[in-house]
């Protein structure tokens, strides 16, 4: 069966870190790049980075530099967002999604599945 | 990298056509025809339903089309029905293997 599934609910201190776990299954790991995308309480989503499963190489959108790391397990075919110096609006459902792979480094850039999402509850 | 505008509701009734707009710049929208856009329910995950701006997957219905030019990319639902309610969001390739989101548009139907 292919899907992408996520590791459950977290409930963080301001300044800690989260890191959110999504296992691919059904699908060959190598094919498609890793999107992770949040949606804060009743807002859009946000595009937060990739990263390239074949190689590890991960580009963020800028406001995440810095402050968000992704990496993979082949072993396992799973992907983990981590999230460093969390703050109050770092609250929202963080998903996973995958986008299908051509010539190595390039993408079509849609993502036609989607991990159920993990909600990164920060609160003092 | 500034999320695209989109309205932030579109309302018509059952059968009506409606247009959602996707307003980029000449970096992202304008630049590639890497533009999709996602249907999602409250409480539900987003699903795909145009890719590369006018594609769409297997199983979408064909009253969803999109189309582009210059800047601004759009989602036409025709003949809309109740269940075409919910939230739609553009996404765009932005260049630097890096992309954007539109603020997403509430559909209502009437």
């Known amino acids: 069966q292919v899907q992408l599934v996520q590791s459950g609910a977290e409930v963080k201190k301001p300044g800690a870190s989260v890191k959110v776990s999504c296992k691919a299954s059904g699908y060959t790991f190598t094919n498609y790049f890793m999107h992770w995308v949040r949606q804060a309480p009743g807002q859009g989503l946000e595009w937060m980075g990739l990263i390239n499963p074949s190689n590890g190489n991960t580009v963020f959108a800028p406001k995440f530099q810095g402050r968000v790391t992704l990496t993979r397990d082949t072993s396992t075919s799973t992907f983990y967002l981590e999230v460093s110096r969390l703050r109050s609006e770092d609250t929202a459902v963080y998903f996973c999604?995958?986008?299908?792979?051509?010539?190595?480094?390039?993408?079509?850039?849609?993502?036609?599945?989607w991990g159920r999402g993990t909600l990164v509850t920060v609160s003092s | 990298q500034s999320a695209l505008t989109q309205p932030a509701s579109v309302s018509g009734s059952p059968g009506q056509s409606i247009t959602i707009s996707c307003t980029g710049t000449s970096s992202d929208v304008g630049s590639h025809n890497l533009v999709s856009w996602y249907q999602q329910y409250p409480g539900q995950v987003p699903k795909v339903i145009i890719y590369e701006v006018d594609k769409r997957p297997s199983g979408v219905s064909n009253r969803f089309s999109g189309s582009k030019s210059g800047n601004r990319a759009s989602l036409t639902i025709s003949g809309l029905q109740a269940d075409d309610e919910a939230d739609y969001y553009c996404c765009s390739y932005a260049g630097g293997s890096s992309g954007v989101f539109g603020g997403g548009t509430k559909v209502t139907v009437l």
């Open positions: 999604a995958r986008d299908l792979l051509y010539d190595g480094d390039y993408s079509y850039w849609y993502f036609d599945l």
